[in-house]
């Protein structure tokens, strides 16, 4: 497979422009959840559910994983159309268990960057 530019430093800058100066602060935690695995980012989203805006960009930054994933053929669900029960995101490959997380990890380190150049300007 050949390398593929997918622009997550560009879609990063475009989620964290939306955010207000509370909710980008997600990003950091967003970047530390990766490390516990997809359905732990995924879960955080839920977490959140009582401080709608942040739970609102992680839930918008699971979406844009969705949408990157799908263009290396890697079919995750939306994070509205999960269901906890049924544990769908075990159903991936190993490899596209890895190829997500990579994805999410890189993604979420251009969050943190774009964090750190608005984080005084929003």
């Known amino acids: 497979m050949a390398w593929q530019f997918y622009g997550l430093d560009d879609i990063a800058r475009q989620l964290i422009k939306k955010q207000t100066q509370e909710s980008i602060k997600e990003s950091h935690k967003m970047r530390t959840a990766v490390a516990y695995g997809l ?5 955080e989203g839920l ?4 401080e709608p805006q942040k739970a609102a960009f992680w ?3 699971w979406d844009k ?4 994933l799908a263009c290396a053929d890697i079919d995750i669900p939306k994070h509205n159309s999960i269901d906890p029960k049924k544990e769908e995101l075990w159903k991936l490959s190993r490899e596209e268990q890895q ?6 990890t890189q993604l979420c380190d251009s969050l943190v960057w774009w964090t750190q150049r608005y984080k ?3």
């Open 39 to 43: 359905e732990r980012f995924w879960g």
């Open 47 to 50: 977490r959140l559910e009582k």
């Open 59 to 61: 839930k918008e930054t």
């Open 65 to 68: 994983l969705v949408e990157i």
């Open 99 to 104: 190829i997500a997380l990579a994805v999410l």
């Open 120 to 122: 005084n300007i929003l």
